[in-house]
């Protein structure tokens, strides 16, 4: 079965700062694996997805993520971290095939502190 | 983008009565609806996989009579939680999916229930 461990439950950092959220899998096959911000009130907005091809992918406002199969990781990562990005990020599994059902982690709570 | 709308955002309930919770695609037709509970600090769980004109998919340990999701057009898709109960107290979520690209699936903004 696939799963999806976040071993962050909470992170803080400054305005300005790097962030890196992580993030490890289970899964038997090549993984599609994806990072959701939810904000207070709003639905999960998709930041960006990995199907294949390229390891290192990029999403909207200035995130990144890397996949690494040796390490069952994809990491997510931002250079300088806003004020507006302290939310909660959810990394997630899907299966590549058949039901395609995605499994989410428990989330990582961002703090961003000025 | 494409959104998903949920109502309503709140409901209270008392035990023993049934709340039925709407989850409507406004710009988009979906093809496949989705259900998932939260419980607070733990990852979204899927419940149910609906798609139009069918009856709807469980994941295991889900009560279909419970919880029953009716998916009568391709934007509107419905959970109606049945004789509630404090322990069905929780933040639910909808997506839609348009097709089968995993990455075309749309959150709606949940509905938290509390059942007294």
């Known amino acids: 079965a696939q799963s999806v461990t976040q071993p962050d439950i909470h992170i803080t950092v400054s305005e300005g700062a790097s962030l890196e959220l992580r993030c490890n899998y289970s899964?038997?096959?090549?993984?599609?694996l994806f990072w959701y911000v939810q904000s207070p009130g709003q639905g999960l907005q998709l930041l960006l997805k990995?199907?294949?091809?390229?390891?290192l992918v990029q999403g909207i406002k200035g995130f990144e993520a890397e996949f690494k199969r040796s390490q069952s990781s994809f990491n997510l990562r931002k250079p300088s971290v806003h004020w507006s990005d302290a939310a909660e990020y959810f990394c997630?599994?899907?299966?590549?095939?058949?039901?395609?059902?995605?499994?989410f982690g428990t989330g990582t709570k961002l703090q961003v502190i000025p | 983008g494409a959104v998903v709308s949920q109502h309503p955002s709140w409901v209270i309930c008392k035990s023993g009565t049934s709340v039925k919770i709407e989850c409507r695609s406004l710009?988009?037709?979906?093809?496949?609806m989705f259900w998932y509970r939260q419980f607070p600090k733990q990852s979204l769980m899927l419940m149910a996989t609906?798609?139009?004109?069918?009856?709807?998919?469980?994941e295991q340990g889900v009560e279909k009579d419970k919880f029953l999701i009716n998916h009568a057009s391709l934007t509107l898709s419905t959970l109606t939680v049945t004789s509630a109960h404090p322990e069905d107290s929780s933040f639910y979520i909808c997506?839609?999916?348009?097709?089968?690209?995993?990455?075309?699936?749309?959150f709606g903004p949940g509905t938290r229930l509390l059942v007294l």
């Open positions: 997506s839609a999916r348009v097709g089968t690209l995993q990455e075309t699936q749309y």
């Open positions: 899964y038997g096959a090549t993984p599609y």
């Open positions: 990995y199907f294949s091809g390229d390891t």
């Open positions: 997630a599994v899907g299966s590549s095939g058949g039901y395609q059902k995605v499994t």
């Open positions: 710009d988009f037709q979906a093809t496949t």
């Open positions: 609906s798609n139009e004109g069918s009856k709807a998919t469980y």
